[in-house]
């Protein structure tokens, strides 16, 4: 109870409208997907009038578009408008500078530089609080209560930076978090990390998926005894299935998986039932597009968002250079939200094929497809062009080529634009990492 109260209480001396906004978003979780909607959509015409007005950026763009800001009502407008890059925003970095800047409260951050160049963009204090609140409410789909003991494995766009010793610990002490470092992890680093979290025996673990896949790696190796929490939180990364059963297997709990981007505002949590994150309305409205921009309801397309509270630096429309997969399903949870499947880093498009239509094509679908094929030891597709598509086979002895027909229409399935040459080979060529890739994509 008194963890609960100092986290609040921390929370609220950095912004104190943030527990108001948390209990708000802990009742609209409930609400269906049409009032959801409704009230982004009422969100958005405040945000897209107010773009027009102050952000120098918006307004020409509006104009050269002979666009008014009630030509944008809904979301399927939003479809009127371009999609905004990075590279569009570092060009025109002046003009995306509101009138009523010195009026805000805000910050200066830095997307990590994992996908590319970094890139700086403004932050409302309100929107980064807002995050926060959305980020605990996401947990709470797993049990998390505000205050829960929470250890932290992850490096520093986690928040594990340079802030001073003392900082840092009152940091962890308010919020109940005992943080560790995941750029550390040799064999003695993960022996005291296990040490940690048996005595500070918190209820959830948080960290990057290839951090704590490591660490449960580690545990399971050399049998190191570790409490069970009751979820492990993974973010940040592509989670793949057998990583998340190493995990489960480690710590003996369910692993729950998120997706968070604080330019733009997007975020998606997994609830109990595991059949995708459920897509967060408050904060941003999300788009999965195709090629074209067009909205899809369903399938692997790229990441958009629109931020509904970052009078700080509105982004509308902009890339965030994610692909997911959405989908239609509804979840038995209750929740009525979207569900995205599957977040797929900007450095995997490498590993999709794209139709002339506009359409990603997951790996996975192509391995499936193999995997009805006999008698092939290795294989490799590789796109050359948007509409041109080379399958390498090593076939096995009494390869029967009537089976080339077969792939041909299943490929064709997705796009009967694509025309595709089988060549046989003796072998795959690796990488120069070594690695065997089945998908190779030369678009990008
Ligand atoms: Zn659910």
Redesign the pocket.
């Known amino acids: 109870m008194i963890d609960r109260k100092l986290f609040i209480l921390a929370h609220q001396i950095g912004c104190h409208k943030f527990y108001s906004i948390y209990k708000k978003l802990i009742h609209s979780q409930w609400k269906s997907y049409f009032e959801q909607k409704k009230d982004q959509e009422k969100q958005l015409r405040y945000m897209i009038s107010y773009a027009y007005k102050n952000v120098p950026y918006y307004h020409k763009l509006f104009n050269e578009l002979k666009l008014e800001p009630n030509d944008i009502t809904k979301i399927d407008d939003l479809e009127k408008l371009p999609i905004l890059t990075k590279d569009v925003i570092k060009e025109n970095w002046g003009d995306f500078k509101p009138f009523n800047l010195k009026t805000m409260k805000y910050y200066v951050n830095s997307t990590g530089g994992t996908t590319g160049t970094p890139f700086k963009y403004r932050l409302l204090k309100y929107d980064r609080f807002y995050s926060g609140a959305m980020l605990y409410r996401g947990w709470g789909y797993a049990g998390y209560e505000l205050g829960d003991k929470m250890v932290l494995l992850a490096g520093s766009s986690l928040d594990i930076g340079s802030r001073s010793f003392i900082i840092k610990k009152a940091h962890e002490i308010s919020r109940n978090l005992r943080k560790l470092s995941s750029f550390d992890m040799n064999s003695e680093d993960l022996l005291k990390y296990a040490k940690v979290i048996n005595s500070f025996r918190p209820k959830y673990l948080r960290g990057y998926a290839s951090s704590i896949n490591f660490f449960a790696d580690f545990i399971r190796k050399n049998d190191v005894e570790i409490i069970s929490p009751f979820g492990v939180f993974t973010t940040a990364e592509k989670l793949l299935p057998k990583m998340r059963r190493n995990i489960e297997d480690a710590f003996g709990c369910d692993v729950y998986d998120g997706y968070g981007l604080n330019d733009g505002g997007v975020s998606a949590y997994e609830?109990p039932?595991h059949?995708g994150l459920?897509i967060d309305t408050e904060r941003s409205i999300m788009e999965v597009v195709d090629g074209t921009g067009s909205q899809m309801n369903e399938g692997v397309g790229s990441i958009l968002a629109t931020s509904l509270h970052n009078y700080a630096m509105p982004f509308i429309r902009y890339d965030t250079g994610d692909l997911g997969c959405i989908s239609e399903d509804v979840?038995s949870?209750g929740?009525d939200s979207r569900l995205l499947e599957n977040v797929i880093g900007r450095q995997h498009v490498g590993d999709m094929l794209q139709t002339p239509e506009g359409k990603f094509i997951h790996g996975m679908f192509i391995d499936m497809l193999f995997d009805r094929v006999d008698k092939v030891t290795e294989f490799q597709i590789i796109q050359t062009k948007i509409d041109k598509i080379i399958i390498k086979i090593v076939p096995k002895d009494g390869f029967d080529e009537k089976q080339l027909d077969m792939i041909r229409e299943i490929i064709n399935r997705k796009s009967n634009q694509w025309s595709i040459e089988f060549r046989f080979v003796d072998k795959i060529e690796r990488t120069n990492a070594g690695k065997y890739k089945f998908i190779i994509s030369e678009l990008i």
Request: proline share 0%; with cysteine; hydrophobic share 0%.
């Open positions: 609830c039932e059949n459920h979840c949870c929740r």
